[in-house]
């Protein structure tokens, strides 16, 4: 809007469509998705752009948002030696730089670091940036994407460069794989637990069944030794006399 004070201050706001799985922001009209998961299609957005002015003048357009179920696997990773906060503020200076490099329409998904904790953002100096391209509303394939990065490495350099007032290097990452869910990690934690535990009951078991033969065989010969001393009537000597007789006579004397 060329209008200067309020008649030129434009405020962004979705009119009608898929407000529920998308925003915008009503400052600078960047349409974010909110929740689409599982979904896949066309959206249609209608899209209203207002003066704040006395007179309030409004204009409307039709976005149309495609969402496609498969673009996880188009992801690219691309790795800056730069602050993440830094390339945040800078972000969409990166996605020009990167659109005109590679020649393709670029999406950048997801800006993050490897340090998870907020307060330390501004002290990492590793940037992680995932993007689509898109080429005639068609997702370009991951290794095409690779290969042109690869080329243009140094010309996507040169120009963060002026970006970012600094030195900068741009590396392609392999991207992370999907992280193990909450409830399969406590899974696999008990089921662990659950293993040592039964080998610790089994080895148990078997160290008292050994302990228990052990000694069930020293009292079965102090038991026979017993039998064969006089408690056997049937025991003899190796003459063939009966023992038994003669430990009993031997007892009442």
């Given at each position: ?217 020293q009292d079965l010969v102090k038991e026979v030794e017993i039998m064969e001393g006089f408690d056997n009537p049937w025991a003899v000597d190796k ?15």
């Amino acid at each position: 809007d060329p209008d200067s004070g309020d008649n030129g201050l434009l405020l962004y706001s979705l009119v009608r469509g898929q407000t529920n799985e998308f925003d915008i922001n009503e400052k600078t009209g960047q349409i974010f998705t909110v929740s689409v998961a599982g979904k896949a299609g066309t959206f249609s957005l209608e899209v209203q752009a207002a003066d704040q002015g006395t007179r309030k003048l409004t204009a409307q357009t039709t976005v149309k948002v495609t969402v496609d179920s498969s673009s996880s696997s188009n992801i690219v990773l691309l790795v800056l030696n730069q602050k993440v906060n830094v390339v945040e503020r800078n972000i969409a200076e990166v996605q020009r730089v990167l659109e005109d490099k590679l020649g393709w329409n670029v999406y950048i998904v997801d800006v993050y670091s490897k340090e998870f904790e907020r307060n330390a953002r501004s002290s990492t100096d590793e940037t992680h940036l995932k993007i689509i391209a898109f080429e005639a509303n068609q997702e370009v394939p991951a290794e095409d994407v690779k290969r042109k990065l690869r080329e243009q490495k140094g010309n996507i350099e040169v120009d963060l460069e002026k970006v970012f007032s600094a030195s900068v290097s741009a590396a392609v990452g392999e991207a992370p794989g999907a992280a193990t869910p909450p409830g399969l990690v406590a899974a696999i934690v008990l089921g662990v637990l659950l293993a040592a535990t039964f080998v610790a009951f089994l080895a148990y078991v078997l160290l008292d069944l050994r302990r228990k033969r052990k000694y069930g065989k020293q009292d079965l010969v102090k038991e026979v030794e017993i039998m064969e001393g006089f408690d056997n009537p049937w025991a003899v000597d190796k003459n063939g006399s009966v023992k038994s007789l003669e430990k009993l006579q031997h007892m009442n004397n």
